[in-house]
């Protein structure tokens, strides 16, 4: 996790066991007991369950030091802008590294970096900043994106307290948004939801950590100035190894939504970090000549295990994205890195070392990544082996079916518009069913931000039998600015005196739902019903186009709704998005 990773927690695990405790085996018999030396593998460390053998992918064995220049790079294809990536050790050359592994948009953990093109500046409430290097650093990229935080309610990472970020986040962005006021903020990082640290000296709850601090900010400073929610996503469970619990983990982003829902939060969010802390299914705590107390993998990598847990949070990133509004992901990490308390890697890494060649999990997130990718020619190659160093594995028949299975299954919709939460009407978003919402093929994802000026869209009004009136929503396209504009979502306000019927969506509603629509949608159409006969009925909603964001309110009064008013056409926004995004893998 960066990451001094939960060091406050582990050493006080430490204090109760023996120096040489070896963690029991859970899952599988450990295959090699031995000692590790800093920098060695087990006896077997390829070995996959079922005596398989790995190369090209989680192979502690095969990373060694390469001249990444003489290697063959692997083919570069166009990727899904969601997908991000969190760099340890930077590869040498960041621009083709990115997608190699699929990946758009990427952070790391040197706090005074960026941002700079797709790179996202992360900045941490425990380093000391002079106010002068936020201003020069957002002159230098208008747009840019922000992290601030990291893990704040987590030992060995920021660890610090809500009214501390409060104070923080309200001075950085002050700064920030005064040199740069399309800054894009984000934050504020926190590790899980309700989930804590089994084996270890615990730790703050995301949501009681959130609940103070948003509770803190709204009281003293207003609201707040993100532009979407961060938070991370990790099991940690130094009792049962190893860490892997997708279920857990997609819990904690459907709690983290209801509260936000349920705040009048009307953020999205980013999954800022997520991946496996440990993927070894055995351990030995070490001491070193340096005093320091190190983690000595023991046992087999379980790759075996780590590659359906991968498959199973990408697939479920993509089929509830929208209805979630989780915008983007970010995998831990690119390159192999070994965390400062242990002696090798333990999670996963998309790219050998020193290499532009994609390890097995690299080819995993590269194929998720392509579901949506634009290219006519994509489709067909995710069947088809990517070109990769001589003697690596292709990607598996599994990973090759699971390509073609999320074909039709993924929401391909495009990145919304990201506004700031002061600018914000609260909406809930529906849990999402076990069944996504069918696309009949790959629909190009639009870039966003690229309309100007921008389009009307069409909203016409007409009477639909009594107490009823029909909504026709439908995309308008210019030639120049929106060739193929098409309806991304709907996002509906509260209502007032009506009740709102979507066909196969909510019946009987009352507002404060999106509704996301099948890629390639030009028109829709929604009835709004009378809550109680004689009255007017108004809903306000928010149409989101390529083009972005299009506020207006349907609906009509008593006379209509008895059928003896003429339909009402194109009523001009009340409200338009204060920034639109460019989105470019």
């Given at each position: 996790m960066g990451r001094a990773l939960r060091i406050k927690g582990l050493r006080l695990l430490v204090l109760f066991c023996a120096v040489t405790l070896v963690i029991p085996v859970i899952t599988t018999e450990v295959v090699a007991e031995r000692q590790l030396a800093p920098g060695e593998a087990s006896a077997q460390p390829g070995e996959l369950a079922g005596g398989a053998s790995l190369r090209g992918g989680a192979d502690v064995a095969s990373i060694g030091q390469r001249d990444w220049s003489s290697q063959p790079r692997p083919l570069v294809q166009q990727v899904d802008a969601r997908f991000g990536v969190v760099v340890g050790p930077n590869p040498p050359n960041m621009a083709e590294a990115l997608p190699v592994v699929g990946a758009s948009f990427w952070y790391t953990y040197g706090n005074h970096t960026g941002p700079a093109g797709n790179q996202i500046a992360l900045v941490r409430p425990t380093e000391p900043y002079d106010p002068n290097e936020f201003t020069q650093r957002a002159r230098a990229a208008p747009g840019g994106i922000w992290l601030i935080g990291?893990?704040?309610?987590?030992?060995?990472?920021?660890?610090?307290?809500?009214?501390?970020?409060?104070?923080?986040?309200?001075?950085?962005?002050?700064?920030?948004?005064?040199?740069?006021?399309?800054?894009?903020?984000?934050?504020?990082?926190?590790?899980?939801?309700?989930?804590?640290?089994?084996?270890?000296?615990?730790?703050?709850?995301?949501?009681?950590?959130?609940?103070?601090?948003?509770?803190?900010?709204?009281?003293?400073?207003?609201?707040?100035?993100?532009?979407?929610?961060?938070?991370?996503?990790?099991?940690i469970d130094w009792t049962r190894l190893p860490m892997l619990n997708s279920s857990q983990d997609q819990a904690q982003l459907l709690a983290?939504?209801?509260?936000?829902?349920?705040?009048?939060?009307?953020?999205?969010?980013?999954?800022?970090?997520?991946?496996?802390?440990?993927?070894?299914?055995?351990?030995?705590?070490?001491?070193?000549?340096?005093?320091?107390?190190?983690?000595?993998?023991?046992?087999?990598?379980?790759?075996?295990?780590?590659?359906?847990?991968l498959d199973r949070m990408l697939d479920w990133l993509l089929r509830n994205s929208a209805a979630l509004r989780i915008d983007r992901w970010f995998l831990y990490g690119l390159t192999p890195t070994t965390e400062s308390w242990a002696t090798a890697p333990v999670g996963i890494f998309l790219l050998q070392a020193n290499s532009l060649n994609r390890s097995s999990f690299g080819e995993q997130y590269l194929g998720w990544s392509q579901r949506c990718a634009t290219s006519p020619g994509v489709a067909a190659s995710l069947a088809a082996p990517a070109?990769?160093?001589?003697?690596?594995?292709?990607?598996?028949?599994?990973?090759?079916?699971?390509?073609?299975?999320?074909?039709s299954s993924a929401d391909c919709a495009p990145l919304p518009v990201l506004t700031p939460e002061a600018t914000r009407t609260p909406t809930a978003s529906p849990v999402p069913s076990a069944t996504p919402a069918a696309t009949a093929t790959l629909v190009p994802p639009p870039t966003l931000g690229s309309c100007a000026p921008r389009p009307n869209v069409r909203v016409s009004v007409t009477p639909s039998g009594a107490g009823r009136v029909q909504v026709t929503i439908a995309a308008n396209s210019a030639p120049v600015v929106a060739p193929a504009n098409r309806l991304i979502s709907l996002r509906f306000g509260t209502a007032s005196g009506a009740l709102i019927d979507v066909p196969n969506g909510p019946a009987g509603a009352t507002g404060n739902f999106t509704v996301s629509l099948a890629a390639g949608t030009q028109q829709t159409t929604f009835v709004v019903r009378q809550a109680t006969p004689g009255g007017a009925a108004t809903v306000p909603l928010e149409v989101v186009d390529v083009c972005g964001a299009w506020s207006t309110f349907v609906g009509a009064g008593p006379e209509t709704f008895a059928g003896r008013a003429p339909a009402a056409t194109t009523p001009e926004p009340t409200a338009v998005a204060t920034r639109l995004v460019e989105v470019r893998p």
């Open positions: 990291n893990e704040p309610n987590t030992g060995g990472q920021d660890d610090i307290s809500p009214e501390g970020y409060a104070q923080f986040l309200v001075w950085v962005a002050g700064l920030i948004r005064a040199a740069d006021p399309t800054a894009i903020l984000v934050g504020p990082g926190v590790l899980n939801w309700d989930a804590t640290c089994t084996g270890c000296a615990g730790m703050t709850s995301g949501r009681a950590w959130s609940e103070a601090f948003v509770t803190i900010y709204q009281q003293r400073y207003g609201a707040l100035p993100l532009n979407a929610w961060a938070m991370h996503t990790y099991t983290a939504r209801a509260w936000l829902d349920g705040r009048g939060l009307n953020l999205p969010i980013w999954l800022t970090e997520f991946g496996v802390v440990y993927g070894w299914d055995g351990l030995q705590w070490v001491q070193g000549a340096d005093g320091n107390t190190r983690a000595v993998p023991l046992g087999r990598f379980r790759t075996d295990l780590i590659a359906p847990y070109r990769v160093e001589a003697g690596n594995l292709a990607r598996s028949a599994m990973v090759r079916e699971a390509a073609r299975a999320a074909q």
